[in-house]
């Protein structure tokens, strides 16, 4: 559905000008190869609720390969510009039995409105130097030029990737794609579909009513009943330990792929994320009316995202 989920700031509020066409450009490619969008969204909305256009992102998530010159800092160059700042979380997201760490990035220096308006980016990457010998000569082969080209040129590679949805790297065969898939799911999603966003998560408490957004729970039976298969790690609603984030998944659309080789299977693609941020406790007394997201509960939370990740691992197995 391009187009059909609209990031719109306030009038008033200034962001650099390529930022609402940058974020609509990934949202419109991810839209048309991910049907459980369109799926999703119309088994959440009901009558008397905004359009789906006007749902909001609580965030963006990218994967990438952590080797030099792409990694988190690849679209941390790509960002900056847009006016996006990285969250130094301490300690930093770290999923050591995936061999991933992570980081997000949002809107520092804006209004808090356009925060409120604005995706979060979420961006992890594999390290790859901790792949066994086989899996690092795949990414080696499709990264190296990035390890020798100057940061610019990389930078303009990465842009186009985000832009186009083409990959950065040669197309891989099925065989360099199964190679990575024995061994880490997400080095094979990040080899097959490179810089394509991998979900978008809906920002629940941006819906009525104000000051509480719309139930998760009540959501994850809506997306059950449509059919959907969920992400089923931890409870259908992960929750961080201080009870304030609350995170469901649908699976992740399998979708054929074309393979250099010219041989094609089905591959795990994009999934759909639901978030509710609730309020944080200084916050109690504020009248619903008057609570706003930055009144909520920020960030993110590694139990939570360990268990995400499964949202493609549990497809690329179905
Ligand atoms: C990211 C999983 C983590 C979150 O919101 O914590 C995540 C991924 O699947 O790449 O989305
Ligand atoms: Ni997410």
Same mark, same amino acid.
């Given at each position: ?5 609209? !990031? ?63 990694? !988190? ?31 997000? *990035? ?32 795949? !990414? ?5 030029? /990035? ?39 997400? =080095? /094979? ?11 978008? /998560? ?13 139930? !998760? ?42 393979? =250099? ?21 200084? *916050? ?31 497809? /690329?197995?179905?």
């Amino acid at each position: 559905m391009p187009s059909e989920l609209t !990031i719109r700031i306030p009038d008033t509020c200034r962001v650099p000008a390529a930022t609402l066409p940058f974020l609509h450009q990934v949202l419109d490619l991810y839209a048309v190869r991910t049907p459980k969008l369109r799926t999703s969204v119309d088994a959440v909305l009901r009558p008397g609720w905004p359009h789906a256009a006007e749902l909001g992102h609580d965030h963006f998530a990218f994967r990438t390969f952590g080797v030099p010159g792409l990694g !988190i800092s690849s679209l941390e160059r790509v960002l900056a510009p847009l006016g996006y700042s990285r969250v130094a979380d301490d300690p930093p997201l770290a999923f050591p039995g995936k061999k991933l760490l992570a980081a997000w *990035f949002t809107p520092a220096g804006a209004d808090a409105r356009v925060r409120a308006t604005l995706p979060r980016v979420f961006v992890s990457e594999i390290q790859v130097e901790q792949l066994s010998g086989a899996a690092q000569e795949v !990414i080696r082969g499709a990264t190296a030029w /990035a390890a020798e080209a100057a940061p610019e040129a990389v930078t303009v590679q990465v842009l186009t990737a985000l832009l186009t949805g083409a990959l950065p790297w040669r197309p891989p065969t099925l065989g360099q794609y199964e190679q990575l898939l024995a061994e880490s799911e997400y =080095a /094979a999603w990040v080899l097959a579909h490179g810089y394509n966003l991998n979900h978008t /998560a809906v920002a629940l408490h941006r819906l009525p009513p104000t000051g509480r957004g719309a139930d !998760i729970h009540d959501f994850a039976r809506r997306l059950q009943g449509a059919g959907l298969d969920m992400n089923p790690e931890g409870g259908i609603v992960k929750v961080s330990p201080d009870g304030l984030l609350l995170q469901c998944a649908v699976l992740a659309d399998t979708l054929p792929y074309n393979f =250099a080789c010219g041989r094609s299977r089905q591959v795990a693609a994009a999934y759909v994320e639901f978030v509710q941020r609730l309020r944080l406790p200084q *916050f109690a007394s504020l009248r619903d009316d008057e609570v706003r997201e930055e009144h909520l509960r920020e960030g993110f939370e590694v139990g939570n995202a360990d268990r995400l990740y499964a949202s493609t691992t549990l497809a /690329a197995a179905h």
